[in-house]
């Protein structure tokens, strides 16, 4: 039970994350193998966001410094790690 007297919610669905300094995705790949569903993806490099592209056939990776990237640019997730 939480603080306030809430219960804690219940998992009901996909667990979505987001995934800063994402690199090529290992972070994204271990979060994937443990059932939590990758929706956003930053890193600076193309490169190493052509990779993360490849790898989880995705579109979610936004190549940009983190510093000028705006919330709203960034959807609602279950977790925001960074790695």
């Known amino acids: 039970?939480?603080?306030?007297?809430?219960?804690?919610?219940?998992?009901?669905?996909?667990?979505?994350?987001?995934?800063?300094?994402?690199?090529?995705?290992?972070?994204?790949?271990?979060?994937?193998?443990?059932?939590?569903?990758?929706?956003?993806?930053?890193?600076r490099d193309e490169a190493k966001a052509a990779a993360y592209r490849h790898h989880f056939q995705a579109n979610h990776y936004l190549v940009e410094d983190i510093a000028t990237v705006k919330g709203k640019h960034i959807p609602d997730v279950d977790l925001a790690h960074a790695s």
């Open 1 to 43: 039970m939480r603080q306030n007297g809430e219960m804690p919610r219940r998992f009901t669905g996909t667990r979505t994350c987001a995934d800063f300094f994402a690199g090529i995705g290992l972070g994204s790949w271990g979060l994937q193998r443990a059932g939590w569903q990758p929706v956003f993806a930053l890193d």
